[in-house]
């Protein structure tokens, strides 16, 4: 990695921390060149605005998602419905970590970004959108496989059941950041199986 890059990603990084620890509003440039040790104007070197690096950061979250927590949670070793087990059980565990870490539940960056700046902000709003895409598609093939090992109706509405997931993981993680309680997702999102309609073995 070039020394260009190697002072982007601090950028990126630091950027990422901060905001999700945080808000997008909360944090400003200044801070976030502070945090990575970068001059002001080598930040917009690499970024024209705030808002540009924000899309960044959550291209960046994503890949990160999809490495850690989508991929093994739903490596298919397992069965459809013990798929979805694993993946309640790494959010569970992500956000325990967190808390450990900040004092806090943090909750979803995405769900996060998306509450703040859906409103404000365009091309942030659309980026959310396409990460939310990222996770429904991902459940979308786990569902189609549970359809086929029987673990659902042949007649389900494969979209409109990743759709309720991904609505109602949504809401479990804002009611435990909420409360700042990471105990609810553990209580909460396995209640999941039975809003879908999916029989475990």
Do not use: W
């Not at 705030?50 to 994503?62: C, D, N």
């Not at 109706?153 to 997931?165: G, M, R, T, V, Y």
Request: negative net charge; contains cysteine; proline residues 3%.
């Amino acid at each position: 990695m070039s020394r260009g890059q190697e002072t982007k990603q601090r950028l990126l990084d630091s950027a990422q921390q901060l905001m999700y620890s945080r808000s997008y509003t909360d944090v400003g440039v200044q801070e976030i060149c502070k945090d990575a040790k970068v001059q002001k104007g080598s930040f917009y070197h690499f970024f024209p605005s705030k808002s540009a690096l924000t899309v960044e950061v959550l291209e960046q979250l994503k890949m990160q998602m999809i490495e850690n927590i989508l991929l093994p949670a739903f490596a298919k070793d397992l069965t459809p419905a013990k798929r979805f087990e694993r993946f309640i059980d790494y959010a569970y565990q992500y956000q325990v970590q967190l808390k450990e870490q900040y004092g806090y539940v943090l909750g979803c960056p995405m769900g996060n970004i998306a509450l703040e700046m859906s409103t404000q902000d365009e091309t942030i709003r659309k980026k959310v959108e396409m990460l939310f895409e990222s996770i429904f598609y991902v459940f979308i093939d786990v569902l189609e496989d549970a359809r086929d090992a029987g673990e659902l109706d042949s007649d389900a509405d494969i979209n409109e059941l990743a759709q309720a997931a991904l609505a109602y993981g949504e809401g479990v993680l804002m009611l435990a950041k909420t409360k700042n309680d990471p105990q609810l997702i553990k209580l909460l999102l396995p209640r999941v199986a039975h809003l879908i309609g999916l029989k475990a073995e």
